[in-house]
Nanobody
């Protein structure tokens, strides 16, 4: 059973950068896709970015395309989200997760399981 832990959240001014990390407690992510999602108060969980186990063809939400970059380090069971040119609307709790099925990659929340505790990202003006 895999456990995910997100780190790297904090407060940053608009236009700044932040790097989030998600580390698995065990080497059990082989062939699974990984995704980053975010949830603001009163809103549904929203897709941010996803990457296959191999790292091929990462996907991004239109709202973060060109600003965020998702990467993986399979040797450390870690996925990162580099967030640049942050905007106030990026403020949310950010979660990482794995796809329910191997060899899968998706934008839908229900395609993922094993969510982490989340890390708060606050972008101030």
């Amino acid at each position: 059973q895999v456990q995910l832990v997100e780190t790297g959240g904090g407060t940053v001014q608009a236009g700044g950068s932040l790097r989030l990390s998600c580390t698995a407690s065990a080497r059990t992510l082989t062939n699974y896709g990984m995704g980053w999602f975010r949830q603001a108060p009163g809103k549904e969980r929203e897709f941010v970015a996803a990457i296959s186990w191999s790292g091929d063809t990462p996907w991004y939400a239109d709202s973060v395309q060109g600003r965020f970059t998702i990467t993986k380090d399979n040797m450390k069971n870690t996925v990162h989200l580099q967030m640049n040119t942050l905007k106030q609307e990026d403020t949310a709790v950010y979660y990482c997760s794995k796809t329910q099925r191997q060899f899968a990659l998706a934008r839908e929340v229900d395609a993922y399981d094993t969510w982490g505790q989340g890390t708060q990202v606050t972008v101030s003006s």
